[in-house]
Each structure stands twice: as structure tokens, then as C-alpha cells.
């Protein structure tokens, strides 16, 4: 098997990449995957995720820290493409970081979490250049924006409905809300999964997410 490769990415911080890489991992490996989280990120905030686990429920993936690998992540990457079937990468928040680039040299898909607020969409429209780029090198290279930390009951803004096309990037369908349950599960390590009701609403956003990365990760390659 090679892993489909995950990177996902957004130089904006607080975007809620760490969130989405997690919950992802946990969602695929609940599935009866093997799953690699590559922390790609000094701050080691997925590292420390995962550490917070307790003995008894351990993350149900594996987390390495590849950060110190810089421009080289990529190769470091390839060296787990046979041990695993999906590898995601939580990227840093740097504009600047050769990172990001590295991760999605690599990837099959690109995810670009976004909280849709002007302050963050303006911020973080950068992300666009960095995987055109890439692409440009990278057939194989889907990418879509996810919009993280939905408001219930509000809409977006105009102003923000206004930004999204000039990120060039398909949005996904699926759309996370602000929830607590979220904090509360890289608190204790965990996947949304594992706190039963009280998490359905984000189970179900989080598996509608997983349908839909399996859904592009099987589709033939047409730059979308
Ligand atoms: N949908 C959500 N609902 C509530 N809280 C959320 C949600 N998504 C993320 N958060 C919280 O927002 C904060 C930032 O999220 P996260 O760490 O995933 O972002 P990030 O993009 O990885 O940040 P950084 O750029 O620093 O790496 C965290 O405290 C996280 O728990
Ligand atoms: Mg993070």
C-alpha cells in the first residue's frame, strides 16, 4: 500500500489545522486504518494531543514530529508511504515556513481550514499562491477550504461570502461549527468519537468530513 498523503494547510494561525488533522486521523483510523500524523509543526501541538491521551485510550493514530525536517519533509514523509494508508501533516501557521510547500509536494490533497471572518479569509488568502505553486509541480494535487468555527444560526457575512472566490479553491461541503467539544477533545486526547452523545452533532460533521476526503481521494486526477 502507499498512504494517501493529507497535508493540511493555512498560514493563518488558529485556523484550526491541528483540529482538523486530528479529527481526521481519528475519524480514518476508527475505520480500521493505519494512520500517521506528521506534527510539521515546533509548536508540537498535535504531538502533545496525542500525549494527552490516557493509557487505557490511546489517540487511535500515530503522531511523529517532523518540524526539524524543514525543506526536507517530504523525503522524511516518503520514508512511512508503505507503513501506513493515510499520512496527514499538520502544517505550522508560517507564511514564510518552506514547510507548508514541502508537505504539499507530496500530497494528494491539500485541506485549508478557514474561519470565515474577514479578519481571517483577508489573512489567510495567501495559501492560494503557495498551492498553485505547487501544483504546478504536483498533478496529483486536490485541495479544498474548509469553513471552521461556523456560528449556528448566523450566515456568513456578505463581506465574507465576498472573499471565498478569491481563494480559487473549491470549498468542501462539509463545514465545522464552534463547538466545545472540539477543546475538549485535544484536552483529553481524543478524537470527537469517543464522548458519545453529547458529541453526535460533531461526529457526524467530522464523518461527513471523513465521506468527503475519501470521496476526492478517489477521484482521477483533474486538478480540482
Ligand atoms: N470548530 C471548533 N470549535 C471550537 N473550537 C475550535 C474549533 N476548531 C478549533 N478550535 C479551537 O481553536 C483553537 C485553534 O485551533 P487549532 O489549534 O486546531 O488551530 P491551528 O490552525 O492548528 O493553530 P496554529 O496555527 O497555532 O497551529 C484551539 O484551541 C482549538 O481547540
Ligand atoms: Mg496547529
Known amino acids: 500500500m502507499a498512504a494517501k498523503i493529507i497535508a493540511v494547510v ?45 493509557d487505557e485510550t490511546p489517540f487511535p493514530a500515530s503522531v511523529v ?14 520514508k512511512f508511504i508503505d507503513d501506513y494508508n493515510y499520512i496527514i501533516i499538520d502544517c505550522p501557521p508560517a507564511a514564510d515556513s518552506p514547510i507548508p510547500q514541502s508537505a504539499l509536494l507530496i500530497a494528494d490533497l491539500a485541506l485549508v481550514p478557514l474561519i470565515p471572518s474577514p479578519l481571517d479569509m483577508w489573512a489567510a488568502v495567501g495559501i492560494r499562491q503557495v498551492i498553485q505553486n505547487v501544483g504546478d509541480l504536483n498533478d496529483a494535487l486536490h485541495s479544498r477550504l474548509i469553513l471552521n468555527q461556523c456560528q449556528p444560526k448566523t450566515t ?17 461541503r462539509t463545514q465545522i461549527q464552534h463547538r466545545q ?30 465521506e468527503e476526503v475519501l470521496e476526492i481521494l478517489s477521484m482521477k486526477q483533474d486538478n480540482s
Open 181 to 210: 467539544i472540539y477543546r475538549h477533545s485535544a484536552v483529553f486526547g481524543q478524537s470527537v468519537h469517543n464522548f458519545g452523545s453529547k458529541a453526535q452533532a460533531a461526529i457526524a460533521e467530522i464523518e461527513s468530513l471523513t
Open 10 to 54: 493555512n498560514q493563518k494561525g488558529g485556523s484550526g489545522k491541528t483540529t482538523v488533522s486530528m479529527q481526521l486521523a481519528g475519524a480514518l483510523a476508527r475505520r480500521s486504518n493505519k494512520v500517521l500524523v506528521v506534527d510539521a509543526d515546533p509548536q508540537g501541538t498535535a504531538t502533545r494531543w496525542a500525549a494527552s491521551a490516557l
Open 156 to 172: 456568513l457575512t456578505q463581506e465574507s461570502l465576498e472573499i471565498l472566490p478569491e481563494f480559487g479553491i473549491l470549498l468542501a
Open 65 to 78: 514530529g517532523l518540524s526539524a525536517a524543514s525543506t526536507k519533509v517530504h523525503r522524511e514523509v516518503k
